[in-house]
């Protein structure tokens, strides 16, 4: 299998590119457009055809590069079946598989970061977006975000993975690069809490600026933006 985890210094944003093998079909999740020709030269290198792109939300901190790739690559342009984007060809359900040649990912329906978040479970790993970080989770208080429905997300869906199950973000701050379900459970400082109220009364006190492109970011994934237009 080839998995590549791509980062973008600006917003913070790792994005993944998965194939089972050289010269064989991709999928890309999370990409950032001012990336588009690095992710093109990698999958050119690998001598990979890219035919599907997932974004795990409605990004608020940079511009996504789901459009670009399609219009680049033709490859079909995947999120969940709750996104209000204007331009997805195909929208999951939550428990629905998205395959690519020997490569499966299951959708997992978690909202609170957005009220249009998944996260996809492969094999060993999981993708969480920004609903699950590494020693954080994600924010509530825009998008539709709820502290509510985000405890649940994490409590009774992604914690009850097994333990041994690999994170990864859509983000990280420190440099970290995945983490456990376990590590998770027994580090993450926000999830040291006892009840749904607590959980929600941490998040609803964050007090956290907007993201800086949250007012161009927002309306460019909804409409679905290219470089072109930018």
């Known amino acids: 299998m080839i998995f590549k985890q791509l980062f973008d210094p600006s917003s913070y944003t790792y994005t993944y590119l998965i194939s089972s093998g050289r010269g064989r079909e991709a999928l890309i999740i999370d990409p950032v457009i001012e990336h588009t020709e690095e992710y093109i030269k990698v999958l050119e290198k690998l001598d990979l055809k890219l035919v599907k792109v ?18 680049r690559t033709s490859c079909t342009r995947i999120m969940g079946e709750k996104s209000k984007s204007e331009v997805i060809d195909l929208r999951i359900k939550d428990s629905e598989k998205i395959t690519v040649e020997k490569i499966e990912l299951k959708a997992i329906y978690t909202p609170g970061h957005t009220d ?25 208080d825009f998008q539709n975000g709820s502290s509510e429905d985000a405890y649940d997300s ?36 926000r999830l040291q809490v006892n009840s749904k109220e607590q959980y929600t009364e941490i998040m609803d006190n964050l007090n956290l600026a907007n993201p800086k492109m949250i007012d161009v970011a927002v309306p460019a994934n909804v409409k679905g933006i290219t470089l072109d237009r930018l």
């Not at 973000?169 to 590590?183: C, Q």
């Open 54 to 71: 997932i974004d795990t939300h409605i990004h608020a901190d940079h511009i996504t590069g789901l459009n670009e790739l399609n219009k």
């Open 116 to 140: 249009c978040s998944y996260s996809y479970l492969m094999n060993d790993r999981v993708f969480t977006g920004d609903t699950l970080l590494i020693n954080a989770t994600g924010r509530t």
């Open 154 to 189: 994490l409590f009774n869906k992604l914690l009850k993975l097994p333990e041994n199950t690999l994170v990864y973000p859509a983000h990280d701050y420190n440099g970290k690069k995945f983490s456990t379900i376990k590590n998770e459970k027994n580090n993450n400082p």
